[in-house]
Nanobody, 123 residues
Framework: QVQLEESGGGLVQAGGYLRLSCTAS????????MGWFRQPPGQAREFVAA????????DLAHSVKDRFTISRDNDKNTVYLQMDSLRLDDTAVYYC????????????????WGQGTLVTVSS
């Protein structure tokens, strides 16, 4: 079993930045492909970013491609989402996930999710 815990959310003004962290605990001897998703108020959960187990491959949703960066520190069992130039429509609960499969640019979410961290962008 692996547990995921997100942190770093909060209230930020449009144009500002935040860095989210997702730390894995439990069975962390294996490396996993990891992803970030978000769920805006009243909307479905959507893909934001993915990173391979080694960290060599990453993908970002089109809406965040030039503003967000995903990275990881395997020594700390932590994946990061650096969010710059935040916009009002980035407001959402952000979740990290262990991927079931990550092939090419396609990330398939697995069953392990964190509890989420709320990001609120204000004008």
């Amino acid at each position: 079993q692996v547990q995921l815990e997100e942190s770093g959310g909060g209230l930020v003004q449009a144009g500002g930045y935040l860095r989210l962290s997702c730390t894995a605990s439990g069975r962390t001897s294996d490396l996993y492909n990891m992803g970030w998703f978000r769920q805006p108020p009243g909307q479905a959960r959507e893909f934001v970013a993915a990173i391979s187990a080694s960290g060599r491959n990453t993908d970002l949703a089109h809406s965040v491609k030039d503003r967000f960066t995903i990275s990881r520190d395997n020594d700390k069992n932590t994946v990061y989402l650096q969010m710059d130039s935040l916009r009002l429509d980035d407001t959402a609960v952000y979740y990290c996930n262990i991927g079931r499969e990550y092939v090419g640019a396609h990330y398939y979410a697995g069953d392990y999710w964190g509890q989420g961290t709320l990001v609120t962008v204000s004008s």
